[in-house]
């Protein structure tokens, strides 16, 4: 079964571009979350989405935005680029969207705003 | 606000010893907790996952405990391998839940042979 996949893995934007992130779960997978992962801030959690429904959102501002296909596939999105959001983006999927299960995280992007 | 805390930034051992990893957390009652690994330049990896009403939980070399009076989580590995050098994280789930996870910030762990 091949796992959570990212692309591209690596990618250079300039400040105020924008760009997405693509992610394709696990076949099956219906729940797919995203996080951000920065040598200062760590982990953190940006939304997750189950049947193409974000459910909870995490506390980014309005420039990340993201959505969920019939394919249960996913985009992120970030808009007007900054310094800041360099990191490592990793995208997660978990079979059902209910608590307490396994979740299998992808290999990530790197993001490097220049 | 929820806040989890992970012993030092790392922790080195002599192979065949047994890590002991800490994961401590405030503000917060969480239905359970999740133990991954990452490498450098890749995903966690979830190892283990034990629930609140579980004292301990073991998975080949791995045992985790959860204490959820003290509002603390243990990770040992035993007979550590060079192999085992890695980043591990703690995580509990965010009010919300659905996946909804906060991490720690890690404990790099270095076996050395």
């Known amino acids: 079964k091949a796992g959570v996949t990212q692309t591209p893995r690596y990618l250079i934007k300039t400040r105020g571009q924008q760009v997405t992130l693509s992610c394709s779960p696990i076949?099956?997978?219906?729940?797919v979350s995203w996080y951000q992962q920065t040598p200062g801030q760590g982990l953190q959690f940006l939304f997750e989405?189950?049947?193409?429904?974000?459910?909870n959102k995490g506390n980014f501002p309005g420039r990340f935005s993201g959505r969920q296909f019939s394919n249960s596939r996913s985009e992120m999105n970030v808009s007007t680029l900054e310094l800041g959001d360099s990191a490592l983006y990793l995208c997660?999927?978990?079979?059902?969207?209910?608590?307490?299960?396994?979740?299998?995280f992808g290999e990530g992007s790197w993001l490097t705003v220049v | 606000s929820q806040k989890i805390e992970q012993n030092s930034e790392a922790l080195n051992i002599q192979e065949g010893k047994t890590a002991t990893l800490t994961c401590n957390y405030t503000?917060?009652?969480?239905?359970?907790l999740q133990w991954y690994r990452q490498d450098p330049g890749r995903g966690p990896v979830f190892l283990l996952l034990?629930?609140?009403?579980?004292k301990e939980k073991r998975k080949e070399r791995l045992k985790v405990t959860f204490d959820t009076t003290l509002k603390q989580s243990l990770f040992h590995i035993t007979a550590s391998q060079p192999a085992d050098s890695a980043t591990y994280l703690c995580?509990?789930?965010?009010?919300?839940?659905?996946?909804?996870?906060?991490f720690g910030a890690g404990t790099r762990l270095a076996v050395h042979p």
């Open positions: 997660a999927s978990s079979p059902i969207g209910s608590e307490g299960n396994t979740i299998y």
């Open positions: 076949s099956g997978h219906r729940s």
């Open positions: 989405y189950f049947s193409e429904t974000q459910r």
């Open positions: 503000n917060y009652s969480p239905a359970y």
């Open positions: 034990i629930r609140e009403n579980e």
């Open positions: 995580a509990l789930p965010l009010s919300g839940g659905y996946n909804k996870l906060i």
